[in-house]
């Protein structure tokens, strides 16, 4: 398959960055992902680090070159994140447990599936238009859907969530798929600190008339700007989907040549130091830079 990537995160104006975002792949699969530490909880940054650890050391062990089944992948592997969480925090004997958000979406044969736990988003944009989003699970979502059924207290900040990584009760994990694929389709993963801060209409926008290197830090420095001196932490990772046969082309990663072994990852796979820094385009060139070359030395004919 053959698909263009594109992923930025900035602090904004807080202490730290508490986002995580992270891609891995083989032959025939693709797994994108994206978390986000939740703030009046200890060590976010380390909750969104631990839950994309869980989702692709599950994609590690079980594409093989493909998901047999990517939907109960990514509801397996999203809860084995929670239950990381739950045992972080029994270890350390922490009074709260770490929690976040996640959103992950495999793409697999000529079809997405995507899941999710919290508000952090995907858009798939299709010729300009709007194909999907997922639903934020908060108070303000829940009471747009059912409010014509069951009035929600006024009481409520509908901001809040109702349901995260690390909660005391089982995370609720929202699934779609399989949703067919067109060349040319576009899926974003976001945190929250982008749409807070940018309508759905100029996201849509701006991915439907600008190159994906170009609409991804654009939307970028455009929630920065909206969000101002406070601004949240604002990541975001575009995907554009070519084709699943692989035709010849020089544009965006091919996997044609990775053996059925071959697993590649942005993904941090130990909380490190720079688990708790910003994440710029240096270390993202720099990984990729570095899986491109293993993918070169393990894709070698022996007599090479």
Not at 57 to 62: G, K, P, S
Request: contains cysteine; glycine residues 8%.
């Amino acid at each position: 398959m053959r698909f263009s990537v594109y992923q930025i995160s900035r602090k904004g104006g807080r202490e730290k960055n508490e986002d995580r975002m992270g891609y891995c792949y083989t032959r025939e699969s693709g797994l994108f992902a994206l978390a986000d530490g939740m703030g009046g909880h200890p060590e976010g940054e380390v909750a969104s680090q631990l839950a994309l650890q869980a989702l692709a050391a599950a994609f590690q062990r079980e594409a093989k070159p493909s998901l047999k089944n990517p939907i109960r992948f990514l509801q397996e592997a999203i809860l084995s994140g929670h239950h990381q969480l739950l045992r972080y925090a029994t270890e350390r004997a922490l009074v709260d447990t770490p929690r976040t958000t996640v959103v992950a979406c495999v793409l697999q044969g000529n079809a997405a599936y995507w899941a999710h736990c919290g508000d952090s988003r995907l858009y798939l944009v299709r010729k300009g238009q709007l194909q999907a989003r997922t639903r934020d699970h908060s108070y303000m979502e829940l009471q747009e859907s059912l409010a014509h059924v069951v009035p929600i207290d006024a009481r409520f900040n509908r901001s809040v969530l109702f349901t995260c990584l690390g909660s005391p009760g089982k995370p609720v994990v929202d699934t779609v798929g399989p949703v067919p694929l067109l060349p040319g389709d576009r899926i974003v993963v976001c945190s929250d600190g982008l749409w807070s801060s940018v309508s759905d209409e100029v996201i849509v926008d701006m991915l439907s008339t600008r190159a994906l290197q170009d609409a991804v830090p654009d939307l970028v420095e455009e929630a920065l700007r909206n969000g101002g001196p406070h601004s949240d932490n604002v990541t975001l990772l575009g995907v554009e989907w070519e084709t699943v046969e692989d035709a010849d082309s020089t544009v965006g990663i091919s996997t044609r040549s990775l053996g059925e072994d071959v697993f590649a990852s942005t993904i941090q796979a130990t909380l490190g130091d720079s688990a708790t820094g910003d994440l710029d385009e240096a270390e993202i060139e720099r990984s990729i830079r570095e899986i491109n070359e293993a993918i070169r030395r393990t894709s070698r004919k022996p007599n090479d």
